[in-house]
């Protein structure tokens, strides 16, 4: 019996290119001879709602076609689900948004032809998740994310770019902006972050979790990670100012910045990040507000299909 996939496609992802490119990706999915079901992520969280629903109605093959906010989603109602175990669940990507960071560690190319082909060969990983736990309206909240969490400036960041992809800016470059514009408005607090129990309380700039090497449109802030060891890579930036950042701007995309004497790596299964009027923080750029937040990894609980030839899983991204 022939297999069949569920598509959710997310028409906001790309600033519209979701939307602008639909007939293009569903045409070459058929073309590839894929037999699936279509459904359309009409608003924040649904993809979380229409992949219960798939995994509910018998599906444990999807293909997300969105950006890593639509994979976040999607991951998201993998764990929330009690149907099945998580790993059940296999999950490709045809990538359509802004950053699509995930997609530079597993090798998934960034063109939907190449996509299809990767998703048409079907080879798979299990790689890890990172669970997010905060209290949010008197309420205690959990999360998910496949690729990178950040806290303090890299949240500001990423709520600062989302506002820009809300007003129709594309490209690369709304990142840059977001990050100039964020600096300008940012102070570093003192900032308590526990790493395996080890303590750290000092002024904090930056606090970021990789699984995956990527975030913030290709920035390698975690050149360590690799998504299937059951530990986050852990990159803080203490106190820097503009000249340092402006110093460390190329070594962002090279992973380069992290020999810098104010930038610290660790590797760590669980985590607590806090501070006195909080933090704020965000998963695969989705927004989580200011809180306190314990994080902890569970292991290659996730199969996504890859690319071995491209996968980028040691050191600064050399296969």
Known sequence: MKKKWFVILNPHAGSGRGNKDR????????????????????????????????????????????????????????????????????IGMIPVGTGNDWIKTFGIPNYYKDAIRIL??????????????????????????????????????AAKTNRLKDKGRKGITLYLQALGSSFLNFQTAKTCVVIDGQEIDELIFSVSLGIGKFNGGGMMQA??????????????????????????????????????????????????????HNIAGEADGEILGDNKFEIDIISQKLTVIFNPEKYLKFGSGKA
């Open 223 to 276: 050149p360590g990670a690799i998504p299937d060891n059951g530990l986050f890579q852990v990159t803080i930036i203490r106190k820097i100012g503009l000249f340092g950042i402006l110093r460390n701007l190329a070594g962002l995309y090279s992973g380069e910045f992290v020999k810098d004497r104010r930038v610290s790596t660790y590797q760590a299964r669980k985590i607590s990040i806090s501070s006195v």
């Open 23 to 90: 007939v293009e990706i569903l045409k070459k999915l058929s073309k590839a001879k894929f037999l699936y079901e279509l459904a359309i992520s009409e608003y924040p969280k649904h993809t979380i709602q229409l992949t219960i629903q798939a995994i509910e109605k018998g599906f444990r093959n999807l293909i997300v076609a969105g950006g890593d906010g639509t994979l976040n989603e999607a991951v998201n109602g993998i764990f929330s689900q009690t149907v099945c175990p998580p790993e059940e669940i296999t």
């Open 120 to 157: 048409k060969h079907g080879k798979t990983m299990r790689q890890d998740v990172g669970r997010i736990t905060f209290t949010e309206n008197d309420s205690t909240k959990t999360c998910y994310f496949a690729n990178m969490a950040g806290f303090g400036f890299d949240a500001m960041v």
